[in-house]
């Protein structure tokens, strides 16, 4: 959902369905995010950031510089994303990009 300032992620209880509470998030955040127990992870244009889904608190795990990451997951105690830095310009088409994946504890 839209909110002023950002974005905002909705928290809810899973067994009762009942709304925890809201957490604005910076408007640039992608709209995919990563789940596990109750951390969420999402990305910015230049950050990786976690949610704590009881709280609300939000932390940034890492900042991506000039890259930026594109695709954001969470697996048991570990956060994983890809990134991507344009290192050539050109047509996109062609080896113009490169890309990491990074991987941080939980």
Known sequence: AAG???RQIERYDTRAGTLLGSTTVPADTAPDLGIHAATI????????????ADTGD???VATTGPSRPTAVS??????????SKRIAPGDPSRK???TR????PA
């Open 41 to 52: 992870v999402f990305r910015t244009t230049h950050a990786v950031k976690e949610l704590d």
């Open 4 to 6: 002023r300032g950002g």
């Open 58 to 60: 939000i932390s940034t």
């Open 101 to 104: 994946i990074r991987t941080h």
């Open 96 to 98: 113009t990009f490169e």
């Open 74 to 83: 969470i697996y048991g105690g570990t956060i994983a994303w890809a990134e």
